[in-house]
């Protein structure tokens, strides 16, 4: 899991909001921080599910068949794609 670390930041909340939230969080014994934070993780999802991205198979005919590119070289395939003249 990556550090938990702490970043200030500003918002704009209003006002009545914020006297509640102040109220609550003295009623509860807990810094105004804990209660926003507690706020956030109730409407935030919980794990983070990071999967890992696979990349769809766009391939160009058989699985073991014959590969027709392999007898061009670099500069000829440079050709055919940007339809360069004199390109097979």
Do not use: C, F
Request: no cysteine; glycine share 10%; aromatic share 4%.
């Amino acid at each position: 899991m990556a550090s938990m670390g702490v970043m200030k930041t500003t918002l704009d909340i209003q006002d009545e909001l914020l006297l509640r939230a102040k109220r609550h969080a003295r009623r509860t014994g807990r810094p105004l921080r804990a209660v926003v934070e507690e706020g956030l993780r109730q409407v935030l999802p919980t794990a983070a599910t990071h999967r890992r991205y696979r990349l769809p198979d766009h391939s160009v005919g058989r699985a073991g068949g014959k590969d027709h590119l392999e007898a061009y070289s670099w500069q000829d395939l440079r050709g055919v794609i940007y339809g360069e003249p004199g390109s097979r």
